[in-house]
C-alpha cells in the first residue's frame, strides 16, 4: 500500500493530512533529514553492508531538524559531505520501514573546525523550536502524548515484545478510530513512538517489555 502526502500546506499550518473525514487525522509537520555525513576512513567496500560499523551518515533520527546543529568527525581528506533523506515527519519507531519521504531544497552552514580535541562520535543540538514557517513565525502545534493510546507488549525476545506492542496497538486504533489495518499501521509509522519499559540488564525474568504509543491530538 502506497501513501501520498499533500505537503502543499504543511509549512503554512504546521501540519500534513493523514485522512480528512472519517476520521479526520493531522500529523504535525516536523521536516529533518535521515542523512548527513561525511565519508568514512577506510572508503566503504561495495556492496555495501547494512552491518557497517562506520556509518555516521544514516543519521536517521527526527530530531535533525531546522536550527539543529552536528557536528561530525572528518575522517578523510576533504571530508566529501553528503546530504540525502529528507522527511516531512518521522516517528522514531519507523515500523513501516519508512516515514513520510519527500523532495527537498537544504540550506546549510558548514564550518570547519581545526586544532581542536578529536572526537570520534556525532553530537547533535536541538532547537526548542524547530518549525518556522513562511511568515517567520513559530507555528503552535496541538500535538501533545499527555492523552494516547498506549499497548504493552511482554515476550520471551525483544523483537517478539515489540511485535506484541505494535500489532495490539494498531488494532485498537483500527477498531476505535474506524481505519483499515494498513491506515493504522501507516499512521504509527509516521507519528508512534516504541520504547523499551523492563531494564536490559535484569535477565531474571526472561521477558522483554516494550510499549507502543499513539497520540490522540492527531485525531482532529
Known amino acids: 500500500m502506497v501513501k501520498i502526502w499533500d505537503l502543499k500546506t504543511a509549512v503554512r499550518d504546521g501540519y500534513l493530512v493523514f485522512k480528512s473525514s472519517n476520521p479526520r487525522i493531522h500529523v504535525p509537520y516536523e521536516p529533518c533529514l535521515g542523512i548527513i555525513g561525511l565519508a568514512p576512513d577506510p572508503y566503504p567496500t561495495f556492496p555495501l553492508s547494512s552491518s557497517s560499523e562506520d556509518e555516521d551518515d544514516a543519521i536517521d533520527i527526527k530530531y535533525l531538524t531546522p536550527g539543529s546543529t552536528i557536528s561530525l568527525p572528518v575522517k578523510r581528506r576533504g571530508a566529501l559531505l553528503t546530504i ?5 515527519t518521522r516517528s522514531p519507531a519507523e515500523a513501516c520501514g519508512t516515514s513520510v519521504e519527500m523532495a527537498a531544497k537544504v540550506r546549510i552552514r558548514v564550518t570547519v573546525e581545526k586544532n581542536t580535541k578529536p572526537f570520534p562520535f556525532t553530537f547533535i543540538s536541538v532547537p526548542a523550536i524547530t518549525i518556522t514557517p513562511a511568515a517567520n513565525e513559530p507555528v503552535e502545534t496541538k500535538f501533545s502524548e499527555e492523552t494516547h493510546y498506549s499497548f504493552c507488549g ?3 525476545t ?4 515489540t511485535d506484541v506492542a505494535l500489532s495490539g496497538l494498531v488494532h485498537r486504533v483500527s477498531d476505535e478510530r474506524g481505519l483499515s489495518r494498513r491506515e493504522a499501521y501507516m ?3 509516521a507519528v508512534g513512538r516504541l520504547r523499551r519499559l523492563d531494564d536490559p540488564e535484569d535477565d531474571e525474568e526472561g521477558f522483554c517489555e516494550v510499549e507502543s504509543v499513539l497520540p490522540f491530538g492527531v485525531f482532529v
Request: hydrophobic content about 55%; aromatic content about 6%; cysteine-free.
Open 84 to 88: 540525502a533523506d529528507a522527511h516531512a
Open 154 to 156: 511482554l515476550d520471551h
Open 158 to 161: 525483544l523483537r517478539e515484545a
Open 187 to 189: 499512521l504509527f509509522g
